[in-house]
């Protein structure tokens, strides 16, 4: 029975279907597989054609730019607590209607500075994650009045960073006076804003 494409009937296109699942599943390559592709490709390569690859690929994606910096260092104006302050306010512009407030269910997504903290943590710079939990949570607390949260989502991420804050210093082998200006930040901070 013919449908209604043209009179193509079902079974041409049942036919083309499986040819594209065949050609799908031909072309898809194990994670295991491409790691060993990318392997071989980079002991083979020159090391100066890798850094003028690698720079044209920073060039296109600043997470990428952030998270080598988290991998191999940055300076300390990149790794300010203004400077963090600053990124995660530009996210909020992403999110904002035509008349300055953010629009129903546009919520912020606040997951590349967690990836980024955890980067730093598993690096060992504890001190860079504490910023970067600062700075959302700071953010966050600061924007509260101009977003919709009936649906908790901002005082959940609050909670999440703050949580994080605090857990990176607990687990940080910091010596008693480090830990306790830790604690006085989020006391001297969000006692001055209130996030609900």
Known sequence: MPLQLGGYCKHVVAVLLQLAQNHLDATRVSS??????VDSALQKEDRGRLKESLQQELEWGPELQHRLLARFGNTEAENSLQNYRNQVRKLYTEVTGTHGLREYDGQVDFSFFYDLARNYCNNG??????????AVSEVIAAEMDRVDNSTGY????????VSHYAG???????DFQAKKSGIDYLFEKFLEDDSD
Request: glycine letters at 10%; hydrophobic letters at 40%.
């Open 32 to 37: 295991e597989e491409r790691e060993q592709r």
């Open 125 to 134: 710079d504890v001190g860079a994650a504490a910023k970067i939990y600062g």
């Open 154 to 161: 901002y005082g959940d991420e609050f909670q999440w960073a």
């Open 168 to 174: 990176v210093l607990a687990e940080a082998e910091l």
